[in-house]
T-cell receptor, first 114, second 115 residues
Framework: DQQVKQNSPSLSVQEGRISILNCDYT??????FLWYKKYPAEGPTFLIS?????DKNEDGRFTVFLNKSAKHLSLHIVPSQPGDSAVYFC?????????????FGQGTRLTINP | NAGVTQTPKFRVLKTGQSMTLLCAQD?????MYWYRQDPGMGLRLIHY???????AKGEVPDGYNVSRLKKQNFLLGLESAAPSQTSVYFC??????????????FGPGTRLLVL
């Protein structure tokens, strides 16, 4: 039962254009959402997050949108740069037995073409 | 600050062998986690710890044991390795003092191959 889904395994975008990565979730108990970026042979690094009480959070070139009614999350990167080429994971947080549990999507490999 | 470090970076085991993966963090974080990442499946939680001396099972705990004897270290043990445990293992930690909406910080990973 995949509670967090990233339905696009890969995405290719021209440098300078907007990259939009999508994530869907099924559990309405999730209350905090995060995006991580991962380069090959490295650990995931935190990119941006959003609480369920908000519908948008912005940090420089990165914006995350949350549509609670649709249970949908998206990450916008604008303008896209070659260094943005990586695998992006969305994660959803829920409190279980007194601890935070993160549930990850499968990841989307983003390639920025010069 | 080194952040979260993991030892070793890569290991090859034969079926039935045992090993321990070490995770260390120097951020004085309360919570620590072990995940595995397999192709097409994202990261799945194996075990976690909410503080020194405590451990709990995650989503996929079978075949693994953990210990948190010191706050800064979280050990993941494989008593009898199986080919199904071939994976990349990531450790993560978070402060645990700012509520539940906190970022988890990840180590660089340990790549394990079980033959």
């Amino acid at each position: 039962d995949q509670q967090v889904k990233q339905n696009s395994p890969s995405l290719s975008v021209q440098e300078g254009r907007i990259s939009i990565l999508n994530c869907d979730y099924t559990n309405s108990m999730f209350d905090y959402f995060l995006w991580y970026k991962k380069y090959p042979a490295e650990g995931p690094t935190f990119l941006i997050s959003i609480s369920s009480i908000k519908d948008k959070n912005e940090d420089g070139r990165f914006t995350v949108f949350l549509n609670k009614s649709a249970k949908h999350l998206s990450l916008h990167i604008v303008p896209s740069q070659p260094g943005d080429s990586a695998v992006y994971f969305c994660a959803a947080s829920v409190k279980i037995q007194g601890a935070q549990k993160l549930v990850f999507g499968q990841g989307t490999r983003l390639t920025i073409n010069p | 600050n080194a952040g979260v470090t993991q030892t070793p970076k890569f290991r090859v085991l034969k079926t039935g062998q045992s090993m321990t993966l070490l995770c260390a963090q120097d951020m004085n974080h309360e919570y620590m986690y072990w995940y595995r990442q397999d192709p097409g499946m994202g990261l799945r939680l194996i075990h976690y710890s909410v503080g020194e001396g405590t451990t709990a099972k995650g989503e996929v705990p079978d075949g693994y044991n953990v210990s948190r004897l010191k706050k800064q270290n979280f050990l993941l043990g494989l008593e009898s390795a199986a080919p199904s445990q071939t994976s990349v293992y990531f450790c993560a930690s978070r402060k645990g003092t700012s509520g539940y909406q906190e970022t988890q910080y990840f180590g660089p990973g340990t790549r394990l191959l079980v033959l």
